[in-house]
């Protein structure tokens, strides 16, 4: 069988069916400028490169027949992420910051983009 053009090309192409394979898909969120706490940068290769990132994010529990806004800070890291969330009883009395959800963060960068409009 004969060679498709150079090994950078058919890699992608391999990339890019093994992704199709697996049903992953590019996943997108908009957020508003001031729910970006922090964003850390630095150049690697001549390219700037987020490496760390807070982001603030509301959400919304039932409690009872009531709506209580639940305070959350998303933070994106080049090996991991954590969600982090401020406890509140019944109430919405406040409490202490806790880490509610981690992982790993595969691409080993944070993918920010920004966006003028």
């Known amino acids: 069988m004969g060679r498709i ?18 049903n992953i898909r590019p996943y ?3 957020y508003r400028a ?3 706490l922090s964003c850390t940068i630095t150049t690697a290769s001549g390219k700037p ?10 959400t ?3 409690v009872g027949f009531a709506e209580v806004t639940v305070k959350r ?9 954590d969600l982090w969330e401020l406890a509140t009883d019944d109430k919405g009395n406040e409490g ?4 509610i959800q ?8 944070v993918s920010i983009v920004h966006l003028l409009h």
């Open 34 to 36: 001031e729910d970006v």
């Open 96 to 99: 202490k910051w806790g880490i």
């Open 102 to 109: 981690s992982g790993p963060n595969t691409l080993g960068e």
């Open 73 to 81: 800070v998303r933070h994106w890291r080049s090996d991991g992420w």
């Open 5 to 22: 053009g150079n090994g950078d090309v058919a890699a992608k192409l391999a990339a890019s069916r093994s992704l199709r394979v697996r």
């Open 49 to 58: 490169q987020c490496i760390d990132a807070r982001i603030w994010e509301n």
């Open 28 to 30: 997108f969120i908009h």
């Open 60 to 62: 919304k529990r039932v």
